[in-house]
């Protein structure tokens, strides 16, 4: 039998006006992969903040090893053995890769950080994952998928034997995913336990041993094989009722009409290449391709994140100069959802009122900038009920809510504004099934409703689902655009036939 690591029994935790958990139990086993699944806001982080000495539990047990345990802070439960691996990157940027991995227990000599024997740790943590990064390298200079794989390299150098990653691959391409599992297989057969935290269930059942499932703060499924539930199973058990995937839909779109956005040529200083495309009214138009082919990067330049080095940007068919996000969308009408939302997509520390209405400020605002509090609640109110936000009011601060809300609000403050044009990256990162459906509809009714919409995801199954045409980039390059059948076998063929060409085509 094996080994019992860390188990916790009958955990509460509470917050003003909300119970995020209530009597949920966990067991966690040596060398096993085990899933925690659960819908946002059912209680999956809080849980890890308990686990982690984040928050201490209002009531229930913790046991390590069999001898009950209080965890008082992070550090106190890394010196335990257990380590996490944030969805949202805990790393210093301006330290090198080498020293963020040694972060926590620095090689010393004679009581001083010994610089020169960070590398050989460092390397040997990369290599295990498969990475091949300078160990000076300042983790700034780093994508977001070498991030990513820098944290969980961190978490390797901890010898941690219980291993929490939230979401470990949302910013991972296919190869860098297929690493990963690789280095946690790895990590199970030397004895450790790894809780993997994902929305992506064919994931979860191609990795995990075991799974505990937790709906509304309650464990509804506590530590059992995975093997004796199906895909459906898990669904329902998270969602407490039986739950119908968005299927994929035909849409007209009038591809006679006027373009709303066109890129004509366009180059950037980041290394884009005559690249064009169009976007219609009421036209879903996806960009696909693996992390690091440049499809964010290219809509930041547009919004004046990054210089356009050539060609020519047209925004119903004028040339448009746009040098920030501000100027897109109060001259052009430009909305843009960010795929970082705790960065750069919400304020954290604000209010969920304040975090929607920023971008109507200057149309709600009366005599000498005054903002009239009834009107800024009417509107955030609105746009709350219709997007179906769960929050306690108003007045809680958006870091409080849980991802796919947050996501929500984000949305939120652009369709405040009246966009004309709504410019949406990876909608659905982290977010779990019931919300990703909701968010799908949502996408689609906007588009419905006339609203031009281009689309960034790395989720071939969402690009089927939602994109009337798919512009599949590669290097910073268009490959190729494929219109949408809506079969998943054919479309999924012909987009990793383009990702793999050589030259841009057109299918």
Same mark, same amino acid.
């Given at each position: 039998?094996?080994?019992?690591?860390?188990?916790?029994?009958?955990?509460?935790?509470?917050?003003?006006?909300?119970?995020? /958990?209530?009597?949920?139990?966990?067991? #966690?086993?040596?060398? %096993?992969?085990?899933? $925690? &699944?659960? @819908?946002?806001? =059912?209680?999956?982080?809080?849980?890890?903040?308990?686990?982690?000495?984040?928050?201490?539990?209002?009531?229930?047990?913790?046991?390590?090893?069999?001898?009950?345990?209080?965890?008082?802070?992070?550090?106190?439960?890394?010196?335990?053995?257990?380590?996490?691996?944030?969805?949202?990157?805990?790393?210093?940027?301006?330290?090198?890769?080498?020293?963020?991995?040694?972060?926590?227990?620095?090689?010393?000599?004679?009581?001083?950080?010994?610089?020169?024997?960070?590398?050989?740790?460092?390397?040997?943590?990369?290599?295990?994952?498969?990475?091949?990064?300078?160990?000076?390298?300042?983790?700034?200079?780093?994508?977001?998928?070498?991030?990513? /794989?820098?944290?969980?390299?961190?978490? #390797?150098?901890?010898? %941690?034997?219980?291993? $929490? &990653?939230? @979401?470990?691959? =949302?910013?991972?391409?296919?190869?860098?995913?297929?690493?990963?599992?690789?280095?946690?297989?790895?990590?199970?057969?030397?004895?450790?336990?790894?809780?993997?935290?994902?929305?992506?269930?064919?994931?979860?059942?191609?990795?995990?041993?075991?799974?505990?499932?937790?709906?509304?703060?309650?464990?509804?499924?506590?530590?059992?094989?995975?093997?004796?539930?199906?895909?459906?199973?898990?669904?329902?058990?998270?969602?407490?009722?039986?739950?119908?995937?968005?299927?994929?839909?035909?849409?007209?779109?009038?591809?006679?009409?006027?373009?709303?956005?066109?890129?004509?040529?366009?180059?950037?200083?980041?290394?884009?290449?005559?690249?064009? /495309?169009?976007?219609?009214?009421?036209?879903?138009?996806?960009?696909?391709?693996?992390?690091?082919?440049?499809?964010?990067?290219?809509?930041?330049?547009?919004?004046?994140?990054?210089?356009?080095?050539?060609?020519?940007?047209?925004?119903?068919?004028?040339?448009?100069?746009?040098?920030?996000?501000?100027?897109?969308?109060?001259?052009?009408?430009?909305?843009?959802?960010?795929?970082?939302?705790?960065?750069?997509?919400?304020?954290?520390?604000?209010?969920?009122?304040?975090?929607?209405?920023?971008?109507?400020?200057?149309?709600?605002?009366?005599?000498?900038?005054?903002?009239?509090?009834?009107?800024?609640?009417?509107?955030?109110?609105?746009?709350?009920?219709?997007?179906?936000?769960?929050?306690?009011?108003?007045?809680?601060?958006?870091?409080?809510?849980?991802?796919?809300?947050?996501?929500?609000?984000?949305?939120?403050?652009?369709?405040?504004?009246?966009?004309?044009?709504?410019?949406?990256?990876?909608?659905?990162?982290?977010?779990?099934?019931?919300?990703?459906?909701?968010?799908?509809?949502?996408?689609?009714?906007?588009?419905?409703?006339?609203?031009?919409?281009?689309?960034?995801?790395?989720?071939?199954?969402?690009?089927?689902?939602?994109?009337?045409?798919?512009?599949?980039?590669?290097?910073?390059?268009?490959?190729?655009?494929?219109?949408?059948?809506?079969?998943?076998?054919?479309?999924?063929?012909?987009?990793?036939?383009?990702?793999?060409?050589?030259?841009?085509?057109?299918?």
């Amino acid at each position: 039998m094996s080994t019992v690591l860390l188990e916790c029994r009958d955990l509460v935790k509470a917050f003003p006006g909300v119970r995020a /958990l209530d009597g949920v139990g966990l067991r #966690l086993t040596a060398g %096993s992969v085990h899933a $925690l &699944l659960g @819908e946002n806001g =059912a209680g999956k982080s809080t849980l890890i903040k308990v686990l982690t000495g984040v928050h201490s539990p209002d009531g229930g047990t913790l046991t390590w090893c069999g001898e009950p345990v209080r965890l008082r802070s992070p550090l106190e439960a890394a010196r335990t053995g257990i380590g996490v691996v944030h969805q949202e990157r805990n790393l210093i940027p301006g330290f090198s890769v080498a020293e963020n991995i040694t972060l926590q227990k620095p090689p010393a000599r004679r009581g001083l950080v010994d610089y020169a024997a960070m590398t050989e740790p460092a390397v040997a943590c990369l290599a295990e994952l498969g990475v091949d990064l300078a160990p000076a390298r300042p983790v700034r200079e780093l994508s977001v998928a070498q991030q990513q /794989l820098v944290e969980i390299a961190k978490a #390797l150098y901890t010898e %941690s034997r219980v291993l $929490l &990653l939230d @979401e470990p691959t =949302a910013s991972l391409s296919p190869e860098e995913t297929d690493r990963l599992f690789e280095a946690v297989r790895r990590l199970a057969g030397r004895g450790a336990c790894v809780v993997f935290v994902s929305h992506k269930l064919e994931e979860v059942f191609a990795l995990c041993d075991t799974v505990t499932v937790l709906r509304d703060g309650k464990s509804v499924l506590e530590s059992a094989p995975l093997a004796d539930h199906s895909h459906d199973d898990v669904v329902s058990l998270m969602v407490g009722r039986a739950h119908t995937a968005a299927e994929p839909r035909p849409r007209t779109v009038d591809r006679s009409a006027a373009p709303v956005l066109e890129l004509d040529g366009v180059a950037t200083s980041c290394g884009h290449r005559d690249i064009s /495309l169009a976007v219609r009214p009421g036209e879903i138009v996806g960009l696909y391709g693996l992390v690091g082919a440049g499809r964010s990067e290219l809509v930041k330049a547009v919004l004046g994140l990054d210089r356009i080095t050539a060609g020519e940007v047209r925004v119903h068919g004028r040339p448009a100069r746009i040098g920030s996000p501000r100027q897109a969308l109060h001259e052009f009408g430009i909305g843009y959802v960010t795929e970082n939302r705790k960065e750069e997509g919400v304020f954290l520390d604000q209010p969920i009122v304040r975090n929607i209405t920023v971008t109507v400020w200057k149309r709600l605002a009366r005599a000498l900038g005054f903002v009239p509090a009834g009107e800024e609640r009417a509107v955030a109110q609105d746009l709350v009920d219709r997007l179906g936000i769960r929050i306690t009011g108003l007045a809680q601060n958006a870091g409080e809510l849980s991802g796919g809300n947050q996501q929500k609000v984000s949305l939120a403050k652009w369709l405040a504004a009246d966009t004309r044009l709504l410019v949406v990256d990876e909608p659905t990162v982290g977010v779990d099934v019931r919300t990703k459906r909701a968010f799908h509809e949502l996408i689609r009714d906007l588009a419905d409703g006339g609203l031009p919409i281009l689309l960034i995801s790395s989720d071939l199954a969402e690009m089927v689902t939602l994109a009337d045409r798919v512009v599949v980039m590669t290097d910073h390059r268009v490959r190729g655009e494929v219109d949408n059948d809506r079969d998943y076998d054919r479309m999924s063929g012909r987009i990793i036939r383009l990702i793999h060409a050589r030259d841009g085509a057109r299918s």
